[in-house]
Structures are given as C-alpha cells and as structure tokens.
C-alpha cells in the first residue's frame, strides 16, 4: 500500500495498519500470503491466502471487523464466518455498499460470497436488486459465507450447462 500511497485516495496518507497482534480476531498468526485486496464501502476485504480465510477490516483504523474462515484450517464449507472454510482464497470483489464479497476461492475451484450485513440492496445500470442467501426467516443471515457456483473439485467439463454449485469449474 505505501508504494501507491501517492497515486489513490489514502486517508491522511498513512499505511493502512491492519493489527493482528494476539488480541485481535486475526489470531496472534498475522497475513501469510495475502492474495488480493479489495476495498469498499469503508472497509478493506483481504484474501489471506496461507491462512485458508477472508479478513475484513476498518478502512479508516485497520481494526479487525470480521475473519471468515477463522479456523484457518483448508476446506470447502459453507456457513457461519466461525465454521465456514476456504481453500487458498485468491481474487475478490466487494460490492459497493462493503456488505458483501466475492472470492475465488482457487484450490476449491468455486466462486463464494460472503455476506456481513444480511439482505442488501445494490444499484447497478439504473436497476436495483436485492441479493439473498442462507435464509432464515425469509432474511439471509449476516457473518454467512455461501457457494455460488463449483463443487470443491477441479471440474473436466468443457461445455457447463448445470447450475452454479453442480457445476464443476475448471
């Protein structure tokens, strides 16, 4: 981050300082290999790729908010941040409210979204949509990760056809 400093809109200029000391959420392990970075709506999404999880912080103070994947241990499961798994997470989108992200999830072979904040409502070219998941009571639960498409093993098909998670990805 300090290389680009000059060059993006940083608050007061200063690295961002991601803490991950043994009080955190991030346990006392830190970043090991992270992936990719991605950053909306106040917060910064960041694919920990040798910890097997998805750590999102404060933009503005680089506080921990949430750790999905928090086990760090590899694995395709889906569900609450505390027993959901990854598997060498890589490429990550934010939506633009910071609610909710899209990982790659590279060794599974599959596209997750994680949800912090339950049913949110997008914009996008003049329409607006309402993304649901893991339903409770009608509502997607917050602190949820879900499998939008891949089975959690490399797929051989070439020409697709079912639906995202039966489908197997290359």
């Known amino acids: 981050m300090e290389v680009f400093r000059d060059e993006i809109d940083v608050p007061n200029k200063a690295p961002i300082p991601v803490r991950t000391d043994p009080g955190s959420k991030t346990t006392a392990t830190g970043l090991r290999y992270p992936g990719k970075v991605s950053?909306?709506?106040?917060?910064?999404?960041?694919?920990?790729?040798?910890?097997?999880?998805?750590?999102?912080?404060?933009?503005?103070?680089?506080?921990?908010?949430?750790?999905?994947?928090?086990?760090?241990?590899?694995?395709?499961?889906?569900?609450?941040f505390g027993t959901c798994s990854f598997s060498s997470p890589q490429g990550l989108c934010a939506s633009p409210c910071g609610g909710r992200a899209f990982?790659?999830?590279?060794?599974?072979?599959?596209?997750?979204?994680?949800?912090?904040?339950?049913?949110?409502?997008?914009?996008?070219?003049?329409?607006?949509?309402?993304?649901?998941?893991?339903?409770?009571?009608?509502?997607?639960e917050a602190g949820t990760v879900r499998t939008l498409c891949g089975t959690g093993r490399q797929g051989k098909d070439l020409e697709g056809g079912r639906r995202g998670t039966e489908q197997p990805i290359r």
């Open 39 to 80: 950053c909306a709506g106040g917060r910064l999404f960041v694919s920990d790729s040798g910890n097997h999880r998805i750590v999102v912080a404060s933009e503005a103070t680089g506080e921990v908010e949430a750790v999905a994947g928090a086990s760090g241990a590899a694995g395709f499961q889906d569900g609450v």
């Open 103 to 140: 990982v790659a999830d590279t060794e599974n072979h599959a596209v997750r979204e994680i949800d912090l904040v339950g049913n949110e409502t997008f914009f996008y070219f003049g329409y607006t949509k309402v993304f649901t998941g893991i339903l409770k009571n009608n509502f997607q």
